[in-house]
């Protein structure tokens, strides 16, 4: 880790506390397929998902598992997103963001001001999600046994204030990320409470997982855009969606260039879910200069270096690697 991202590392107050809470479970004992069909790409051959599920993923990037987290584990979860609201808290890194629209109207207390936390790992009940085994044993079809879990959110989104910033326009979350490779990343995906159209659930265009990484920008829409919600410049409208539906506790684990994104919450209620990008501890770091990622990268350093005071030597791998937490075997290179 280069002197910068050590440098993060202790503004972020990670250095001063105990690793104890994420400890990296054992790997499963799972029996591997030492040769899998060579067909098979996006999934491992686990003893877990049966073929046709693995066939699903490798035709469509996604597969949803109902019922997978228990309604008292996303209780939890919930008021401690209440408590965090509500400022009772204070968790190292943890990025709070508002909706746009709530952003510039007057000051509305408590979560109606909260669109999404982001970089909950030094919370230790919300990042309990990430380590729940029910949710590892999936992931690890995907990842292999080492898993790294990087990216963490908790998703509150508001009824839609009228100009539609409620929604999240179509993305690959590759875009943001400068690790791979991307068959062993993964999302995970939970609804804390029913999910539909009319609150806005996931919008998933099957099969794009096999295409390439495509250029994002912010989309040109007039009610305003959240802060960092990119958005693909070029996908077929004509392509098939998927409209995914959940309960409470459902969870859908899909591949980083799938494209998704979620509707308007046309509802009173906030729509909540909370999430996870894993990616193998055997994944690698890539250099993003001359890609179609070079606009995120600006962003994340510019916000990085404002944040914490830093200069210029911030690097995109830097903002990553201090955030990425072990949940299960070996960190090998990231
Ligand atoms: O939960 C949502 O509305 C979409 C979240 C999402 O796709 C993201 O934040 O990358």
Redesign the pocket.
Known sequence: MSRAAERLRLLINHLDRQPAFITAAPTFTQTYTYSPPKKLRYTLGTDLLTPEQRLFYEENGFILIKNLVSDEDINKFRKEFERICRQEVNIPGLVVMRDVAIAKSEFVPDQKAVS?LQDFQEDPELFRYCTLPEILKYVECFTGPNIMAMHT?L?N?PPDAGNKTSR?PM?Q?LH?FPFRPADRIV?S?TAMEKVNRQN?C?VVLPGTHKGTLQEHDYPEWEGGVNKM?HGVQTYHPQHPRVHLEMEKGDTVFFHPLLI???GMNQTQGF?K?I?CHYASGDCYYIDVKGTTQENIEKEVKEIAARKYALGDEITFKDTWAVRGRLVQGDRNSM
């Open positions: 999404k959110m998703i989104k999240h993305h979350d943001y999302c995906w806005g996931l919600y998704h994104g979620s729509r879910a999430s």
